[in-house]
């Protein structure tokens, strides 16, 4: 049973335009979530993240959106440049989760075309 | 942030051989973890690493299979026992400094079981 999803496997974007990259979860406890971005043959790096008590969480060029009732989340990134090109994933925790990590979700390729 | 060395990056194992993977932090941390990203699949938690005791191990996976250390608040290792193809996977040490704070990721050892 998967609690964080991402539906797309991959989306391609011409660059200068905005990605969205969308993020659904199933519990509701979740109550803080993060964007990691991952290049081949290296680890993940954390990118931007939303506490539940936010619907809105800016940062430069990327910016991610929470839809509590939904149970839904995006990350918008404008405008889009080459070395977004990445793998993104969506990940969820719960305060009272304490050392139990993060749950992810199976990722994004985005691919920014030139 | 928090710089995570991994090694090996990668190897070749043979069936029913067992390999130790080495993750160094280069500052104390309060919650070091292991995590598995099979080919097409999200990060999954293996295990929390807690200094000083045995590791706390998520549904699915078990001591016997995966035995970790944990011997400071810098290091810890992951060993694969008893490797089999299904095992060929990408394993992740990361580490935090918050309860569901970011987590800091190593590169990765890429494992492929023959």
């Known amino acids: 049973d998967q609690q964080v999803k991402q539906n797309s496997p991959s989306l391609s974007v011409q660059e200068g335009r905005i990605s969205i990259l969308n993020c659904d979860y199933t519990n509701s406890m979740f109550d803080y979530f993060l964007w990691y971005k991952k290049y081949p043959a290296e680890g993940p790096t954390f990118l931007i993240s939303?506490?539940?008590?936010?619907d809105k969480n800016e940062d430069g060029r990327f910016t991610v959106f929470l839809n509590k009732s939904a149970k839904h989340l995006s990350l918008h990134i404008v405008p889009s440049q080459p070395g977004d090109s990445a793998v993104y994933f969506c990940?969820?925790?719960?305060?009272?989760?304490?050392?139990?990590?993060?749950?992810f979700g199976k990722g994004t390729h985005l691919i920014i075309q030139p | 942030s928090a710089v995570i060395s991994q090694k090996p990056s990668r190897d070749i194992c043979q069936r029913g051989t067992s390999l130790t993977i080495q993750c160094q932090v280069d500052s104390q941390v309060t919650m070091m973890f292991w995590y598995r990203q099979q080919p097409g699949q999200s990060l999954t938690l293996i295990a929390t690493a807690n200094q000083g005791s045995e590791a706390t191990y998520e549904s699915g996976f078990v001591i016997d299979k995966f035995p970790i250390s944990r011997p400071n608040l810098t290091f810890s290792t992951l060993t694969v026992s008893n490797m089999s193809p299904e095992d060929s996977s990408i394993y992740l040490c990361?580490?935090?400094?918050?309860?569901?704070?970011?987590?800091?990721f190593g590169e990765g050892s890429r494992l492929t079981v023959l």
């Open positions: 990940a969820a925790s719960y305060s009272g989760g304490g050392a139990d990590g993060l749950t």
């Open positions: 939303i506490s539940s008590i936010k």
């Open positions: 990361s580490a935090s400094r918050d309860r569901v704070g970011e987590l800091f």
